[in-house]
């Protein structure tokens, strides 16, 4: 099999990252199959971020799987009784989601097997992201190892690889990259807090990381910010 007829799964959150990392995919000749989840974030803007980007970007197929991680609560991504703190800080924030880029990997894996894909394309990031210890190489390396041990593919010998091309980037290079590659990066939407029009908050973790990207990238910066 060729590389120009390999399928992928790729995690699309509909942010700048994972749009990103569909375009390096696509631009490596692999026939994409998109995959979000509605996990009970705080809002469903970036969904229709990631459904924007999976169209102009190609993707064979986009699916939107239903999660409840708000049921279990212990972010302030799914628990809106924790406020989103607008400021960094020291240690992992209160914005982790317990075990999500395992869980999320997990179902990608699923859905590849079905497929008959062994390429998994995630857009973490150990430079200019949050300190989430399930972004950092480490992680990757473990899910990979897993990937190949746990599946029915992996053990008849079917090796799956788990790509995460933006991992060791800063953001500055990520937005470069992305925008080499034509991504249009006023249909993603990153903020943390964003309201159901994708109008970001200007003062989270992730607005200010994706603000100052685009800043030292040299980037004129798309994002709609409220006033």
């Given at each position: 099999m060729n590389q120009t007829s390999r399928k992928a799964v790729v995690?699309?959150?509909?942010?700048?990252?994972?749009a990103t990392v569909l375009a390096m995919a696509r631009a490596q000749?692999?026939?994409?199959?998109?995959?979000?989840?509605?996990?009970?974030?705080r809002h469903h803007a970036e969904l229709a971020a990631a459904g924007r980007v999976a169209g102009a970007l190609g993707a064979s197929e986009h699916k939107v799987l239903p999660l409840s991680l708000d049921v279990i609560g212990g972010s302030a991504l799914t628990d809106r009784s924790i406020d989103v703190p607008e400021a960094g800080g020291k240690?992992?924030?209160?914005?982790?989601?317990?075990?999500?880029?395992?869980?999320?990997?997990?179902?990608?894996?699923?859905?590849?097997?079905?497929?008959?894909?062994?390429?998994?394309?995630v857009g973490v990031n150990a430079v200019d992201y949050s300190g989430y210890p399930d972004c950092?190489?480490?992680?990757?390396?473990?899910?990979?190892?897993?990937?190949?041990?746990?599946?029915?593919?992996?053990?008849?010998?079917?090796?799956?690889?788990?790509?995460?091309?933006?991992?060791?980037?800063?953001?500055?290079?990520?937005i470069q990259a992305g925008t080499e590659l034509g991504v249009d990066y006023a249909l993603t939407?990153?903020?943390?807090?964003?309201?159901?029009?994708?109008?970001?908050?200007?003062?989270?973790?992730?607005c200010r990381l994706r603000a100052e990207g685009f800043r030292a990238a040299g980037?004129?910066?798309?994002?709609?910010?409220?006033?």
């Amino acid at each position: 099999m060729n590389q120009t007829s390999r399928k992928a799964v790729v995690l699309l959150s509909g942010g700048l990252d994972s749009a990103t990392v569909l375009a390096m995919a696509r631009a490596q000749g692999f026939d994409c199959y998109a995959l979000s989840l509605d996990y009970g974030q705080r809002h469903h803007a970036e969904l229709a971020a990631a459904g924007r980007v999976a169209g102009a970007l190609g993707a064979s197929e986009h699916k939107v799987l239903p999660l409840s991680l708000d049921v279990i609560g212990g972010s302030a991504l799914t628990d809106r009784s924790i406020d989103v703190p607008e400021a960094g800080g020291k240690g992992i924030p209160v914005t982790y989601v317990p075990a999500r880029n395992t869980v999320f990997l997990a179902l990608a894996l699923g859905w590849a097997e079905v497929l008959g894909a062994t390429d998994l394309f995630v857009g973490v990031n150990a430079v200019d992201y949050s300190g989430y210890p399930d972004c950092r190489p480490a992680f990757i390396e473990a899910f990979e190892r897993l990937a190949n041990l746990a599946t029915k593919a992996g053990v008849e010998g079917r090796k799956f690889e788990v790509h995460a091309p933006l991992i060791e980037m800063s953001k500055a290079e990520i937005i470069q990259a992305g925008t080499e590659l034509g991504v249009d990066y006023a249909l993603t939407v990153s903020c943390y807090q964003a309201d159901e029009e994708g109008i970001a908050c200007s003062v989270c973790d992730s607005c200010r990381l994706r603000a100052e990207g685009f800043r030292a990238a040299g980037v004129t910066d798309p994002t709609r910010y409220r006033a």
